[in-house]
């Protein structure tokens, strides 16, 4: 069992640091450490056994164990493996060493274990307010168990200023965002320029930050999560509710009957379907190409209707429960699908041949805004970043789930690694979901849709789930709890990892290349920052002051 | 000496008021044919008119750095325009025949793209100032391939007289017109850029720049702006027609005129077909293929200088 | 060739005719499918709480004006369309329509009350056969939330065990 092999590799370097191991299953390891030794055990998995760097995880357990759990996700590609690191920490001392010197992709994940927890990585070179505003009170930390959910605490000042770093010698500041018309979700590069050449960049982000993880975590229920799952992204809604519901079914040691697998399936890759097609038109019109824009779109629209007709909306399909799925495939349905994606396929064909030969979109593509497979390695980058730089990575064939273990299909590769290899990884990508769908429509048995739970759930159970979003990997962390919801619910979207690239493709490229570079990762900040805001208005007509509406939805800490 | 002063005055006006009345037009027709190359249904055709006056009635924010110069920029562009627009025959001869000559029109087709720069300037905010910059780095690459044409026009027609010059006179060489032809040539694949479309709106780039120079630009003043970049699509195919497709403007009055306006909507049509399917260039290709062309017109100024 | 590509795209383009669609002059019908506004009907409800306890927003409230007297209110603002209060209702008193056109500009437009006369047992209501254990999970027994101010009270103490509710500092009246 390569879990097993993997597990004595590690024990023989630092057999005295384990403390304990657990195989829920043969593609899952969890590995508890000792503290101090957490740093060289993750450079050792990182660079020695060569796994991908997956996330961070940051989690208050003192009300269960009284401790602090701090968890570094790991990914084995080639072993189907997926393995977390976790290491308890005392409650009166959250500190741990940091990682990021030797696993650079881990920057954000510790800033934000830093900022929502409060778990200090000692060692971090660039300890700045990441998810939190710089006028959030330095002791109150979000996601402990003793914070509320609604509450604003004291000593919050909503109108002060981010900071900024200065920019380097001879550079002139352009900001971009967060309102800008290339970008759908607000977010602030400050780019530092020299002419028309960018030199670097900073980044604050997470103006559009929810809180999703403390509602779940607080008020709602297993069930609910879904709903609110799928409303983490604009695009990929189906990928989160779907990772969820996995993650909580792998910690629960659930399976899901094999027509909601299937089902699942479908569903993913029509997502797929129509998230490669936006993209594709949002990337020719920051180009200034709006006729292809416009064609992607209207080439896209059936694929909605069709999801309207399965699920009865055209995003937001309220598809997964624990255990199975809500809607179901007729013969009719199935029929539909067919000739949809027959004319999809048929329409999108000479489109690719057309753009394929395009010189003016190339030039405009070419070696812009390149990712090199070091960057992809250090910084973490996946899903089609990574595969047009060259590395073979996809989570549907390296770490199974839903029916993709019983279809065929390739993996698109490119070489070059910049945003022309991208444009040609999404759409040949587009034929590889038709061919998925189809054999799913051929293969599907028939069966019950869901799976009869007879018990509660098992608490403190730690569930992992790895998915391949259009944009990448989609990771969720779920430890279940009581009360019918779970204890800490983690979501890495894949544009957590993949924005933490762009500063070094943009870097050396003229300015006007940086929206497509941008563009090119397909970002969905959104999924990155997971958050929404609700405000509620009396019936009079009136001009609420920003003071007013925060006052609405929030109550001060006593 | 009355005569031809009423003469001149009816015309100017006749062309001004033709300009302002039909540029919302054709801009519409541009829209028009772009929607249907995008499968759309596209706005009616009235709609930039609709679109203007919506923004004349609009609150007049000054915002921006000098507010002052903001007017004046304002203003010029679109008086500029204008006045160009006296100075090319559209369907009769040149209005202001005796006022000025070629190197007015070379002057003043300068000042309308100095008056962006102004804007850009006057509105003080980063993504002006890299709009203009870009503006800027356009002009002085493409002005030159205009100045050349015009140039050799005079050349050709031993004259630098507006009534002389645009009259085909690029094609006035002897024998095989070659210096006309290559010129021909040239203007067509730079037409798009004295225009301001797709795939040369570098400097005006909405998604990469926010609007750059009329980023601080709203209402009224706006209106003016959007006007001139409407009229400036008339007044080059007006020069365009007069220098490269000069027939039939000798022809008596309505006929001639319309016939003008025929071959204005034809060059229209050609820079929607071309914008509708094309990707945005970017400032540094853009100026290579300039510069590229400017090499190529160069060799046209110097087979007109022998004759030809 | 770029220009012929460019060529090709076109014809593509033109191949394709018009595609806008004359809403909303003359708009498509919906799929049966489609999960719009939904509908209370009171004559079928029986005042189960099925429908609050699985709502994931949170816009159903329910409050017991006394031992027969129920008041279930939808209040429509945050719903997200879901359709899980349809799936779980015992008698089918909800549908979900097809209306999507639902902007307003009064917020209460959307509300839907129902008084109910419930005739048995007000501890557990009619307890119906919840899908799953994850389901029963729910809320229990008495309920009182918060119609004024239209928000959840996390009441009732048959759901939330005391370390719980100390720790979330419910307010209890």
Redesign the interface.
């Known amino acids: 069992m390569i879990a097993h092999e993997r597990l004595e590799q590690l024990r023989q370097k630092f057999g005295a640091a384990i403390q304990h191991t657990d195989f829920p299953a043969d593609n899952r390891l969890f590995v508890h450490v000792e503290p101090a030794a957490v740093k060289n055990i993750c450079q050792y998995i990182f660079r020695d056994m060569d796994a991908r760097y997956v996330i961070s995880i940051g989690a208050d357990d003192r009300p269960y164990s009284g401790k602090f759990l701090v968890a570094h996700n790991f990914a084995f590609d080639h072993d189907h493996l997926l393995c977390s690191v976790l290491v308890e920490l005392p409650a009166d001392n959250p500190s741990i060493e940091s990682i990021s010197e030797v696993v650079p992709a881990a920057s954000w994940a510790e800033r934000e274990m830093r900022d929502l927890v409060g778990i200090k990585p000692v060692g971090h070179k660039y300890l700045k307010r990441l998810v939190l505003p710089d006028g959030w009170p330095e002791d109150v930390h979000p996601l402990r168990k003793d914070s509320r959910w609604d509450e604003v605490p004291t000593g919050f000042s909503d109108d002060r200023e981010l900071t900024f770093d200065d920019p380097p010698e001879g550079c002139m500041v352009v900001p971009f965002g967060p309102f800008h018309p290339t970008l759908d979700e607000p977010a602030h590069f400050r780019l530092y320029v020299e002419g028309e050449m960018v030199r670097g960049c900073e980044y604050r982000g997470f103006m559009a930050h929810r809180g999703i993880e403390k509602l779940a975590e607080s008020v709602m229920s297993y069930n609910d999560i879904p709903m609110l799952a799928e409303r983490i992204c604009g695009i990929c809604g189906c990928v989160h509710s779907v990772a969820y519901t996995q993650a909580v079914e792998s910690a629960a040691a659930l399976t899901p009957p094999p027509r909601a697998e299937y089902i699942r399936t479908i569903m993913l890759e029509i997502e797929r379907l129509h998230s490669h097609l936006l993209w594709t038109g949002l990337a020719c019109h920051i180009l200034g190409f709006d006729t292809l824009f416009m064609q992607s779109f209207r080439i896209r629209e059936p694929i909605m209707w069709i999801a309207e007709k399965i699920t009865g909306n055209r995003k937001t399909y309220a598809l997964c429960q624990i255990g199975g799925v809500r809607w179901d495939f007729t013969p009719e349905l199935k029929i539909e699908l067919r000739q949809t994606l027959d004319k999809l396929e048929a329409e999108w064909r000479p489109i690719v041949a057309a753009v394929s030969g395009d010189k003016n979109i190339q030039k405009r593509t070419r070696g812009v805004g390149v990712a090199d497979k070091k960057l992809v390695k250090n910084a973490g980058l996946v899903g089609p970043v990574a595969r047009a730089a060259g590395v073979d990575m996809d989570c549907r064939r390296d770490h199974p789930y839903a029916a993709y273990d019983r279809v065929e299909f390739n993996v698109i590769t490119q070489n070059d690694g910049d945003v022309w290899s991208r444009v040609l990884v999404r759409v040949q990508e587009v034929f590889e979901s038709i061919r998925i769908i189809r054999q799913c429509l051929d293969k599907m048995p028939d069966g019950p849709l869901q799976l009869e739970i007879k018990d509660e759930l098992p608490i403190g159970r730690i569930g992992l789930s790895s998915i391949e979003a259009p944009r990448g990997e989609s990771h969720h962390f779920v430890i279940t709890g009581e009360n019918n919801r779970p204890r800490r619910w983690r979501v890495r979207a894949p544009t957590y990892q993949n924005l933490q690239g762009v500063p070094m493709m943009i870097k050396d490229q003229q300015i006007a290349d940086m929206t497509i570079s941008l563009g090119s990762i397909d970002p969905c900040f959104s999924c990155t920052d997971r958050m929404e805001t609700i405000d509620l208005r009396s019936g009079a007509i009136r001009v609420w002051s920003q003071q007013e509406l925060l006052k609405l939805t929030q109550r001060q800490k006593a | 000496m009355n005569r031809a002063m009423t003469w001149t005055i009816l015309g100017s006006l006749l062309n001004v008021a033709a300009v302002l009345l039909l540029a919302p037009l054709f801009q519409g027709v541009l829209r028009k044919i ?1 929607a ?6 596209g706005p009616p055709v009235w709609q930039p008119y609709f679109d203007l006056l919506k923004l004349l009635g609009k609150e007049d924010i000054e915002s921006g750095e000098t507010p002052t110069m903001q007017r004046f920029a304002a203003y010029l562009s679109l008086a500029t325009v204008l006045a160009i627009a006296c100075l090319v025959p559209m369907g009769f001869a040149v209005p202001l025949n005796g006022m000025g000559d070629v190197v007015l029109l070379i002057y003043l087709l300068t000042l309308s793209g100095i008056c962006t720069l102004l804007a850009g300037i006057a509105a003080g905010s ?2 002006s100032l ?1 709009g203009i ?1 870009r503006e800027m780095m356009s002009m002085i690459s493409l002005e030159p391939l205009l100045v050349v044409t015009l140039v050799t026009g005079a050349l050709h027609a031993h004259s630098l007289r507006l009534e002389s010059v645009l009259n085909g006179s690029p094609y006035a060489g002897s024998g095989v017109p070659w210096s006309g032809l290559i010129l021909l040539a040239v203007m067509l694949l730079a037409f798009q850029a004295f225009v301001q479309r ?2 040369f ?2 400097s005006e ?4 720049l ?1 609007e750059g120079p009329l980023v601080e630009y709203s209402g009224p003043k706006l209106a003016l702006f959007k006007y001139s970049h409407m009229v400036k699509l008339i007044i080059h195919s007006a020069l365009f027609a007069a220098l490269f497709t000069p027939w039939g403007s000798h022809l008596v009055f309505p006929i001639g005129w319309l016939l003008f306006w025929i071959k204005v909507f034809g060059l229209v049509v050609l820079v929607t ?1 071309v914008a ?10 853009a100026i290579r293929y300039f510069a590229g062309l400017l090499v190529v017109a160069s060799a046209g100024l110097v087979l007109a200088s022998y004759g030809y | 060739m770029s220009v012929l590509s460019k060529l090709e795209e076109t014809l593509a383009c033109l191949k394709a005719g018009r595609v806008t669609l004359p809403y909303p002059a003359n708009p498509d019908p919906v799929p049966a499918k489609f999960r719009g506004r939904p509908i209370f009907d009171a004559a079928k409800c029986i005042g189960c709480g099925g429908c609050a306890n699985n709502c994931p927003a949170r816009e159903i409230l329910v409050f017991d004006v006394c031992q027969e007297v129920r008041i279930l209110k939808y209040l429509g603002r945050r719903c997200t369309y879901c359709g899980r209060c349809a799936e779980v209702c015992p008698e089918k008193a909800i549908t979900m329509s097809h209306e999507f056109e639902n902007g307003t500009n009064t917020i209460g437009d959307l509300g839907q009350q129902l008084d109910l006369f419930m005739s048995t047992c007000q501890r557990c209501g009619r307890c119906f056969k919840p899908a799953s254990v994850l389901e029963e999970l729910k809320m229990k027994g008495y309920r009182s939330d918060d119609l004024k101010d239209e928000r959840w009270i996390y009441h009732s103490k048959a759901y939330l065990d005391d370390a719980v509710a100390d720790d979330i500092k419910i307010e209890m009246e």
Do not use: F, G, K
Request: charged share 25%.
């Open positions: 772009t249907r190359i995008q499968s759309r249904q980063t993504y890299l910059s797709v795939p709106d570098i780039a909405e998604t990469e926010m077909l509708a399917t094309h990707a945005r260039y970017r400032i540094d290709q």
